[in-house]
């Protein structure tokens, strides 16, 4: 309960708050006046100790009663402007060493499309949800593969790199509050279809598809066993360059991803026990991660015989150092281009030179896709849609022939329960006779 002293012609106010005594000077008022104010400052205390009112931050006990509870805190200085080429230099500059190429690449062009409808000189500071939406809805305009419109997962995408650098931006004291995604609606997205046999996909696009819908359908392609083992004896008469046939029967026999299978270095080999460490980047965040992989008779018998023609350095998969007709190991490089080269000979000769030759190195992603590309380009097999039928195909060939879920989990890298579901599709005959030993 606060009191009230006299001395000379002014009055003072003493209470308690939080067990310590405080004072301060009503100054020369009448009784009554200092009788109300020593009344307004035991109702002001019971409101902060029934938690009906709080102290503002930064004003203190003796201010809050003086002005009756009347503190107006001062303005917090506006933020700095800060635009999104800025966030996203920013970011970029401190995480180029810590991800994947892949991933920054995929950064690069999520920004480009946020510069490019919210302009780069837009100040996230100032970003608000109508201007989130506005981009959601943008987005959904464009086109994506076959002509379709962009898909929403893609657009959420997107966003979610935006909203990584803002959560970033805020550590780092760039930015201040929440990211203002809460209540952004996205266009409905379609389920993608479960995968499928060669025989399945053609069935349905004999009854009449889109083009779009046609290729929707070879992405969910897999192979039983006996496609796989055509499909590797193809590969091995058709490769455009040595490492194309190892490589994907490597792919096929472990379900190892492309990454991964680029990684991989010989010393990662034990054809002994039969058996290879896979490097992963993907199952634990900020960590590199090993699993151990079997490898089938056959496998190790087409690795021995590769490695007796592997042309150097560390990586598994390696290139020569020269390849004829190739962007970046052709012999000589600085050809002009269609549309600038000079008109004589000697002039577009003048800017050739020869390729300084750096020895045999790894297999980039580009040369993996083009070369598997161009291997199957022409035949039945050409619908395939890169690397990761093999890992689609290997995972059901496991699961069909029964293998315990637990180990086709540790073959394959996989840790949550939707990437279980998404993987496990048994063959459609294996899922009818199933289905007829119990109904008959």
Not at 120 to 130: F, G, I, M, R, W
Request: proline residues 5%.
């Amino acid at each position: 309960m606060a009191s009230l002293q006299q001395k000379g012609n002014g009055w003072y106010c003493q209470f308690l708050y939080q067990k310590k005594r405080y004072t301060f000077t009503l100054g020369p008022v009448s009784s009554t006046e200092a009788e109300t104010k020593a009344a307004q400052v035991d109702y002001l205390l019971l409101r902060l100790k029934q938690h009906l009112a709080v102290l503002p931050p930064g004003v203190g006990i003796v201010e809050y009663v003086q002005f009756d509870g009347r503190i107006v805190p001062p303005e917090s200085p506006a933020a700095e402007a800060l635009p999104l080429s800025m966030l996203r230099e920013k970011y970029l500059a401190t995480h180029e060493a810590t991800l994947e190429p892949s991933t920054l690449a995929c950064i690069r062009i999520h920004f480009k499309h946020l510069e490019k409808i919210l302009g780069a000189a837009c100040s996230v500071t100032d970003l608000q949800l109508a201007d989130l939406q506005g981009y959601v809805d943008q987005r959904g305009k464009a086109k994506g593969r076959g002509g379709r419109r962009l898909s929403a997962t893609t657009i959420h995408k997107e966003i979610v790199t935006l909203r990584t650098a803002w959560n970033w931006a805020v550590k780092m004291n760039y930015l201040t509050g929440r990211f203002p995604n809460n209540g952004l609606r996205y266009p409905k997205t379609h389920e993608k279809p479960p995968f499928q046999t060669r025989e399945e996909i053609e069935r349905q696009i004999a009854g009449g598809l889109s083009p779009a819908e046609q290729a929707e359908l070879w992405h969910a392609l897999y192979l039983p066993v006996a496609e796989i083992a055509e499909l590797l004896q193809f590969v091995k008469t058709a490769a455009t360059q040595p490492f194309v046939y190892p490589m994907c029967c490597f792919a096929a026999h472990t379900g190892t991803r492309r990454s991964e299978l680029l990684r991989l270095r010989i010393t990662d080999l034990d054809l002994a026990t039969k058996r290879a460490t896979i490097h992963e980047k993907k199952r634990v965040r900020g960590k590199v991660t090993t699993r151990s992989v079997p490898l089938s008779p056959f496998l190790v018998g087409v690795l021995q015989a590769w490695l007796q023609i592997h042309p150097g350095g560390p990586y598994l998969f390696s290139h020569e150092a020269t390849v004829v007709r190739s962007k970046k190991r052709s012999p000589t490089t600085g050809h002009q281009g269609q549309r600038t080269r000079a008109k004589t000979t000697n002039e577009r000769l003048s800017t050739v030179r020869r390729r300084a030759s750096s020895g045999p190195t790894a297999v980039t992603p580009s040369e993996a896709h083009d070369h598997l590309k161009r291997t199957l380009a022409d035949s039945r097999w050409q619908s395939l849609r890169g690397w990761h039928v093999l890992r689609h195909s290997c995972c059901s060939a496991l699961a069909a022939q029964g293998v315990d879920q637990r180990i086709i989990d540790e073959i394959m890298g996989h840790q949550t329960e939707e990437m279980r579901r998404r993987y496990r599709h048994l063959l459609p005959s294996l899922k009818q006779e199933a289905v007829s030993r119990v109904f008959g």
